[in-house]
Every structure is written in structure tokens, then in C-alpha cells.
């Protein structure tokens, strides 16, 4: 391997580790994150101003990526599939009580 294809290397190699820690911390926080919705919702009793129809796009879309990840992850369970179904059950919390609210 050439220095210059070595430094490339490197260079990939930071970026990833960069990445995987960046997906790890908003995907962390966008799982609290969802908490000052459920908070509001039903501190207030009222779930007019929240779209049932988004909340339920929102859930699709994460559960669909934590089963799209799985299956591309050789059926294995990892870190990803795990915040993805966090995200989508979180989603499903908001949803029902949107539902009873309504």
C-alpha cells in the first residue's frame, strides 16, 4: 500500500469512527427528545395540534429501518436496530395518546 493510500485509509478510518459516535449521540437524543411531546400532550389533555397522520409516517419509517438494517445486518440485532426500534416506540407512545386525547 502506497503512504498516500495508507493516509487515505486513515483519513476514512477517523470519519467512520466520527460518524458511528454521531449517529450514536443524536440517535440517543432524539429518543429523549420525543419525551417533552408525551409531557405535553398529556399534561394539556389536548392532542388537536399534533398531526396523528405524521406521528404514524414517523413510526412506518423507523420501524421499516430498524427491520431494513436488521435484514442488511445478516439478521443480527445491533446498535442501530436497537435506536431505530427505540425510536419507533416512542413514535407508538405519542400516537396513543394522541388517540385517547382525540
Known amino acids: 500500500m502506497t503512504p498516500l493510500a495508507m493516509r487515505r485509509d486513515g483519513r476514512r478510518q477517523i470519519y467512520l469512527a466520527v460518524l458511528t459516535w454521531s449517529f450514536a449521540l443524536?440517535?440517543?437524543?432524539?429518543?429523549?427528545?420525543?419525551?417533552?411531546?408525551?409531557?405535553?400532550?398529556?399534561?394539556?389533555?389536548?392532542?388537536?395540534?399534533?398531526?396523528?397522520?405524521?406521528?404514524?409516517?414517523?413510526?412506518?419509517?423507523?420501524?421499516?429501518?430498524a427491520a431494513w438494517l436488521y435484514e442488511q445486518g445478516g439478521q443480527r440485532l445491533g446498535r442501530a436496530v436497537a435506536v431505530n426500534v427505540g425510536n419507533a416506540i416512542m413514535c407508538a407512545v405519542i400516537i396513543a395518546l394522541i388517540g385517547y386525547y382525540r
Open 26 to 65: 443524536f440517535s440517543s437524543v432524539r429518543i429523549v427528545a420525543y419525551l417533552p411531546t408525551i409531557w405535553a400532550i398529556q399534561q394539556s389533555g389536548d392532542a388537536t395540534q399534533h398531526s396523528l397522520w405524521t406521528w404514524i409516517t414517523w413510526f412506518g419509517s423507523n420501524l421499516t429501518m
